[in-house]
Nanobody, 125 residues
Framework: QVQLVESGGGLVQAGDSLRLSCAAS????????MGWFRQAPGKEREFVAA????????YYSDSVKDRFAISRDNTKNTVSLQMNSLKPEDTATYYCAAEYLVPRNFRSPHEYAYWGQGTQVTVSS
């Protein structure tokens, strides 16, 4: 199994940037597709970004495309989410997720077997 720990969340102002990190242990992430999801209070968990095994393909929700960038470093067993031009509506708990090899649907949280505990991102207006 793979264990995931997120870090990098915090309180920022609209327009600021944050970089979230996800550190994996237990297994090398080179055989896992990775994703970032978020959940705001009272809302369902939603897809943010995902990246394939090698990093050659990335996927984004329409709401973060052109503002967020997902990347991975398989040598360091980490995945990152660079978040720029943050908006108040980006406020949520952000979760890192992993699925062995390739999920049937990168955008569905139900396709990921492993999850971190989450890190809070709060964007003030």
């Amino acid at each position: 199994q793979v264990q995931l720990v997120e870090s990098g969340g915090g309180l920022v102002q609209a327009g600021d940037s944050l970089r979230l990190s996800c550190a994996a242990s237990g297994r090398t992430i080179s055989t896992y597709s990775m994703g970032w999801f978020r959940q705001a209070p009272g809302k369902e968990r939603e897809f943010v970004a995902a990246i394939n095994l090698t990093g050659s393909s990335t996927y984004y929700s329409d709401s973060v495309k052109d503002r967020f960038a997902i990347s991975r470093d398989n040598t360091k067993n980490t995945v990152s989410l660079q978040m720029n031009s943050l908006k108040p509506e980006d406020t949520a708990t952000y979760y890192c997720a992993a699925e062995y090899l390739v999920p049937r649907n990168f955008r569905s949280p139900h396709e990921y077997a492993y999850w971190g505990q989450g890190t809070q991102v709060t964007v003030s207006s």
